[in-house]
């Protein structure tokens, strides 16, 4: 999965819809990174983006509602998948757009708290797993081109691929709390690499 947009304030132009709904999102990320999921209010949110309280219970009804809408912002403004021409450069590229999403103080701090409250809430976990199937369906891409050019095995997961190159990451951020680092994110991919050209992604299908 790729870095999105270290913020969800630059929400397109389109009207003082579009920049309520900026203001909105923007405030909420800064109070998700400042509190965490359980210290977000409506009422806080409202009063940083200087919008009405009503107009925010109007349009996002709860704060997992409100998460959630800065989730799909956040998935929409990431970039779309890398296509370099080799499936070792785009899966490191992936790889280290997660290592700058993780480090980067505002977008780390907001992801860890929506992966935090996930634990526990079952909205806050729906929202997590939008974001995170989106970005995964889009560099999913990125691997299905490696197989149309014989870089892989013919059936194999490009999702399951992306997975395997994030989770080494995201479980030494989450759960062991260790530094990650470049040499990380390298070996990640070489040793999902290593697996995908054995096949170990490779899902039954027609292609036999």
Known sequence: MDQPSRSAG?????????????????????????????????????????????????????TPG????????????SSDHADTGSVESDLLANALSVLDALADGRLGATLQAV??????????????????????????KAVDLAVRRGELPAGTDGGEVIRAVSAPLYYRLVVTREPVTRVDAERSVARTLAAARAGAFVVPGPHG
């Open 66 to 77: 409100l998460v959630a809408d800065l989730m799909n912002e956040l998935a929409n403004q």
């Open 115 to 140: 992966i935090a409250a996930a634990t526990c809430d079952d909205q806050a976990a729906e929202a997590l797993r939008s974001f995170f199937a989106r970005r995964i369906e889009e560099w999913a």
């Open 10 to 62: 630059t929400v397109r132009p389109g009207g003082r819809t579009a920049r309520v709904r900026a203001a909105v999102l923007e405030a909420a990320q800064d109070e998700l990174v400042e509190r965490g999921f359980h210290g977000l209010t409506m009422d806080q949110v409202a009063a940083r983006a200087g919008v009405g309280k009503t107009t925010v219970y109007r349009r996002w009804g709860s």
